[in-house]
T-cell receptor
Framework: AQSVTQLDSHVSVSEGTPVLLRCNYS??????LFWYVQHPNKGLQLLLK??????LVKGINGFEAEFKKSETSFHLTKPSAHMSDAAEYFCVVSGVTGFQKLVFGTGTRLLVSP | DTEVTQTPKHLVMGMTNKKSLKCEQHMGHRAMYWYKQKAKKPPELMFVYSYEKLSINESVPSRFSPECPNSSLLNLHLHALQPEDSALYLCASSQVSGDNNEQFFGPGTRLTVL
């Protein structure tokens, strides 16, 4: 069985400061891991994905995440927050190949203040 | 074209109405998905189609009836819905196999049942 735990329901940062959104996963085999972002009343947009290649994954809009197997973590970071980053972020785990059921975390709301 | 489109954007219906949600993609994906998302919650999988055949039905009530008429289109027929069915309905698509199994989401249909 697979599961995802997002450790913070809300994260507040100031514009220009670093962002850290935490995610731990559980999987009985090597997983695919994703971060999706959802702006209010919008669909989900893929930020980045890990599929057993490089452990440091770079995504869109300056986001990156590091897969740490020993810690079963896949935290999302960004060096400098922008107002447009304010949104809901979902950490997601899936099987490595083929279409699979996505297992979503409960989400982290990122608030960015001027 | 990496876009999944959904129509309509908003839908208000009574409990005795019949309506349909539509989803279209032209990325050559042969897996398509319907999700339901309640406010402040992650998406919940409803149905998965693979090669135009229903592969997964997550015990969804029969008042929701999916249809996949061809490899680019996915419909969700609605009949005799309840107010608790009000939600954002998201469509997604992906490859069926291979490493590039990430799902691409549409913007969603905001459904209100009166």
């Amino acid at each position: 069985a697979q599961s995802v735990t997002q450790l913070d329901s809300h994260v507040s940062v100031s514009e220009g400061t670093p962002v850290l959104l935490r995610c731990n996963y559980s999987s009985s085999y090597s997983p695919s891991l994703f971060w999706y972002v959802q702006h209010p009343n919008k669909g989900l947009q893929l930020l980045l994905k890990y599929t057993s290649a490089a452990t440091l994954v770079k995504g869109i809009n300056g986001f990156e995440a590091e897969f740490k197997k020993s810690e079963t973590s896949f935290h999302l970071t960004k060096p400098s927050a922008h107002m447009s980053d304010a949104a809901e972020y979902f950490c997601v785990v899936s099987g490595v190949t083929g279409f699979q059921k996505l297992v979503f975390g409960t989400g982290t709301r990122l608030l960015v203040s001027p | 074209d990496t876009e999944v489109t959904q129509t309509p954007k908003h839908l208000v219906m009574g409990m005795t109405n019949k309506k349909s949600l539509k989803c279209e993609q032209h990325m050559g994906h042969r897996a398509m998905y319907w999700y339901k998302q309640k406010a402040k919650k992650p998406p919940e999988l409803m149905f998965v189609y693979s090669y135009e055949k229903l592969s997964i039905n997550e015990s969804v009530p029969s008042r929701f009836s999916p249809e996949c008429p061809n490899s680019s289109l996915l419909n969700l027929h609605l009949h005799a819905l309840q107010p608790e069915d009000s939600a954002l309905y998201l469509c997604a698509s992906s490859q069926v196999s291979g490493d590039n199994n990430e799902q691409f989401f549409g913007p969603g249909t905001r459904l209100t049942v009166l």
